[in-house]
């Protein structure tokens, strides 16, 4: 967006991109969450669920303007380690290292005990807690497989996927660990993909 300043001069005015906003499809008109801001071989973008954006070139948008588009997602394969896609930001958006709870201080590539709280914030559910269930849990949506993810026992809805999932550290800081995929309805339980798989499969390291 483009504003015009007391000089007279135009100038462009960009909008702040925080994990846990809510975007849409430009193709389907489905909404998800934003997982997390990241960059990739020094090119900013976003995280987002790869169900959701599951081929290159897919436009998403934030507040009814387009913040770019998908040039990578795990949905280009039947299997994968994480349900994710980088959305390459246009230069009216400024791609933070915060989600809507505080500032990210990076990503935990460890798993985690069994049982450790951790967070999510979903566009629809908003702020939810719960805790790790089980590891190494696999599911198939729309014929591609998703290996190597996680359950955990927060609330969760439809248009809560790509919700960024975290913990707290000191002083307000938090860590990601993931971001939501959806539920496994075998065991009721919400599933997430690791944040070490994401960004093995993207090529993203988290930005902070």
């Given at each position: 967006m483009n504003i015009q300043n007391s000089k007279g001069q135009i100038v462009e005015q960009t909008t702040d991109l925080k994990g846990g906003y809510a975007i849409k499809s430009l193709d389907n008109n489905l909404p998800s969450t934003l997982s997390f801001g990241a960059t990739k071989n020094g090119i900013d973008g976003v995280v987002i669920a790869?169900?959701?954006g599951d081929f290159t070139g897919e436009e998403f948008s934030y507040g009814g303007n387009t913040i770019g588009e998908v040039t990578i997602t795990t949905y280009s394969s039947s299997s994968t380690t994480a349900d994710a896609a980088f959305v390459e930001t246009n230069s009216s958006f400024n791609v933070t290292d915060d989600i809507v709870s505080?500032?990210?201080i990076g990503g935990i590539t460890i798993d985690l005990p069994v049982g450790t709280m951790i967070l999510m914030y979903g566009q629809v559910s908003g702020?939810?807690?719960g805790k790790i269930i089980s590891y190494n849990f696999a599911s198939t949506v729309d014929g591609v497989?998703?290996?190597d993810t996680v359950l955990a026992d927060y609330t969760h809805v439809g248009g809560d996927?790509?919700?960024p999932i975290y913990i707290r550290e000191l002083n307000?800081?938090?860590?990601?660990?993931g971001n939501h995929r959806g539920d496994s309805l075998s065991t009721g339980h919400a599933i997430y993909s690791k944040y070490e798989n994401i960004a093995s499969e993207l090529g993203i390291t988290v930005k902070h």
């Open positions: 790869g169900h959701a505080g500032d990210i702020f939810q807690s497989t998703v290996t996927s790509g919700g307000n800081l938090y860590s990601i660990i």
